[in-house]
């Protein structure tokens, strides 16, 4: 079985690799939160200092780190995996970031004979905890096919799209459409609202027709019981948003309605509710309505 290095064991980090570890595979974690790590090496993983010296103990290096710079950091900065990784090892970043980062990583790594994979997440913690995550894959199939029996602990629909960066490509894609959709959900819901119409029997028609959403199923129930409760922060939510207008201006790709959603998003972040669950666009609509 090959050795498993893990970077960052956050709200995703940890269920993934406690799953793996569940599985039989031996772990070495690493995070700059030491209580984060304490839990899972109570769990039997050892643990290193630096992600550098992650990489010189083990055959795979997960990374599960928050932005872009974070894990640019983790793995060309100082005593990063870069420094420490061994010739023919794989390296897999699950974090969401921008596919500009993962090509940047992919091409050092290859110099070093090292394959990178960028594999990000949907599902959230409760897919993560069960295994059970959409995995979205960018790299050479000989590494995809190397890192699928790590993927099918972790996760349950497992896409190779294509070369380095598609899959952060296709994350980008993903939380368009979501952030997009919120947008809509709310928008409906709230016009219902004021509009005096009782929003439960609204979204109980419309899931029958062809507005029916996983979004309005979920979060349409979230705005009928006022609960934001995270579930996935607006902040997170927002730095996706960016990833994705940053790569639109990059490929001049005009991404309006995404810059509109991400513009609300900023002024939830203004008024310090930045903590709430993404669908918390709804709340925010709602007060501009003066119904809150
Ligand atoms: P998190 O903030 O809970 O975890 C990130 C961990 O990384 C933390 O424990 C932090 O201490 C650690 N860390 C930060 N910088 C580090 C460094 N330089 N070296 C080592 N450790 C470092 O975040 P999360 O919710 O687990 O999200 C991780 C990634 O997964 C993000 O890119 C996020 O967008 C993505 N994602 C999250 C969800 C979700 O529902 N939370 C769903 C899908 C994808």
Known sequence: MEKIGFIGI?????PMALNLIEA???L???????????????QGAKSAETAKAVAEQTDVIITMLPDSPDVEQAVLG????????KA????????TIAPATSQKIAEV??????????APVSGGEVGAINGALSIMVGGPETAFERAMPLFEIMGKNIVLIGEAGAGQVTKASNQIIVGMTIQAVAEAMNLAKKAGVDIVRVREALLGGFAQSRILDLHGQRIIDNNYKPGFKVKLHRKDMNIALQTGRELSVPLPGSALVASQMDAILAKGDGELDHSA??????QLSGLE
Do not use: R
């Not at 790594?109 to 960028?118: E, G, P, S, Y």
């Not at 666009?281 to 709602?286: C, M, N, R």
């Open 88 to 95: 023919g090892s794989l390296f897999i970043d699950m974090s």
């Open 10 to 14: 956050g709200i995703m980090g940890k």
């Open 28 to 42: 070495v974690v690493m995070d700059i939160d030491k209580k984060a790590v304490k839990e899972v090496t109570a």
């Open 24 to 26: 039989g595979y031996d």
């Open 281 to 286: 666009l709804a709340l925010f609509l709602s």
């Open 78 to 85: 100082p005593d990063g995996v870069a420094e420490g990784i």
């Open 109 to 118: 790594l290859a110099k070093k004979d090292v394959q990178a994979l960028d």
